[in-house]
Nanobody, 122 residues
């Protein structure tokens, strides 16, 4: 089992950058596929992207490809989401999640953080 805590959210302007962190507890962090999801008001939770256990494989949603980068440091039990060229449409609560499969569906990830709010003003 792994427990996840996100941090780094906040209010930024369009075009700004922001980095989110996801700190994990437990000794098995390096075994998990890690993912970032987001949920905007009135919308379903959507996958932002995921990263393999060793960081060699990543996947991004088309909406963030080229602007967002996911990385992880297994020695620090931490995953990151570097967001650049932020847009108002990126406004959402961002969640990190851990699972064992490379899947898009949120149901594939049994472990979740509490979320961190990102608000992008125009």
């Amino acid at each position: 089992q792994v427990q996840l805590v996100e941090s780094g959210g906040g209010l930024v302007q369009a075009g700004d950058s922001l980095r989110l962190s996801c700190a994990a507890s437990g000794r098995t962090f390096s075994r998990y596929v890690m993912a970032w999801f987001r949920q905007a008001p009135g919308k379903e939770r959507e996958l932002v992207g995921f990263i393999s256990w060793n960081g060699e494989r990543t996947y991004y949603a088309d909406s963030v490809k080229g602007r967002f980068t996911i990385s992880r440091d297994n020695a620090k039990n931490t995953m990151y989401l570097q967001m650049t060229s932020l847009k108002p449409d990126d406004t959402a609560v961002y969640y990190c999640a851990a699972g064992e499969l490379y899947l898009v569906a949120s149901s594939a990830y049994p472990y979740w953080g509490q979320g961190t709010q990102v608000t992008v003003s125009s």
